[in-house]
């Protein structure tokens, strides 16, 4: 499918690019898009939570008070769990959260992912640019310019572009990132995905090579 390229300042360049029906035009497979975001949000978890049990509790081991004829319960001592201040039953303890997936699984999602976005015509190509200098304005500009100013977006680079992540990177609901690092649950997040010309022989070669 062929795709108009545009400057970042909005205005046409007269160009099409074909994108490869093998990344950009397969049938989407909902079910690897499924496991690869969740492994990606698993993989943001930092497992460090941790309550602590009865065992690791400061307090006295004496019993509380005799086993019979208060009226009450039997109790043993203050780290119990009945009592305030006592240890936690069965609570969380640090764990690695992460699994793996396999790289054809994780390609597959991504290329299912694309797909989608094609088929909305969420996908903008843009003709390699840079900034002067990082100034937050000039990717405002870009933006406004695109009609994508109160739009959800993610920027794809061929490599870090040190003013354009610096001018992009407190606007909110945009994200930076570059071919080479580019997920399913981004490409899913965003609303539309704009892809610098130079980034699609990346993105293509990364998920059609074996």
């Known amino acids: 499918m062929d795709v108009a390229v545009l400057k970042y300042s909005g205005e046409s360049t007269g160009r099409k690019i074909s994108l490869s029906d093998a990344v950009f035009g397969i049938e989407p497979n909902d079910h690897a898009i499924y496991l690869d975001v969740k492994s990606y949000l698993a993989n943001q978890r930092q497992g460090t939570h941790k309550s602590k049990q009865r065992n690791e509790i400061s307090g006295s081991s004496k019993k509380l008070k005799k086993q019979k004829g208060t009226g009450g319960a039997r109790a043993g001592n203050i780290k119990s769990p009945l009592f305030k201040g006592g240890g936690r039953v069965f609570?969380?303890?640090?764990?690695?959260?992460?699994?793996?997936?396999?790289?054809?699984?994780?390609?597959?999602?991504?290329?299912?992912?694309?797909?989608?976005?094609?088929?909305?015509?969420?996908?903008?190509?843009?003709?390699?640019?840079?900034?002067?200098?990082?100034?937050?304005?000039?990717?405002?500009?870009?933006?406004?310019?695109?009609?994508?100013?109160?739009?959800?977006?993610?920027?794809?680079?061929?490599?870090?572009?040190?003013?354009?992540?610096?001018?992009?990177?407190?606007?909110?609901?945009?994200?930076?990132?570059?071919?080479?690092?580019i997920n399913t649950y981004d490409l899913m997040n965003a609303d539309t995905v704009i892809i610098?010309?130079?980034?699609?022989?990346?993105?293509?070669?990364?998920?059609?090579?074996?």
């Open 196 to 210: 610098a010309e130079s980034s699609l022989t990346k993105v293509q070669n990364l998920l059609t090579k074996e």
């Open 91 to 181: 609570g969380p303890t640090p764990r690695d959260y992460s699994f793996k997936l396999n790289k054809k699984v994780k390609d597959l999602a991504r290329k299912s992912a694309l797909s989608y976005k094609l088929k909305d015509s969420s996908i903008s190509v843009l003709e390699d640019f840079n900034f002067d200098s990082p100034k937050t304005k000039s990717y405002v500009t870009m933006l406004n310019a695109l009609s994508l100013a109160d739009k959800k977006t993610l920027l794809v680079l061929p490599d870090t572009s040190k003013n354009v992540v610096l001018s992009g990177r407190n606007i909110q609901n945009t994200k930076i990132t570059t071919a080479e690092q």
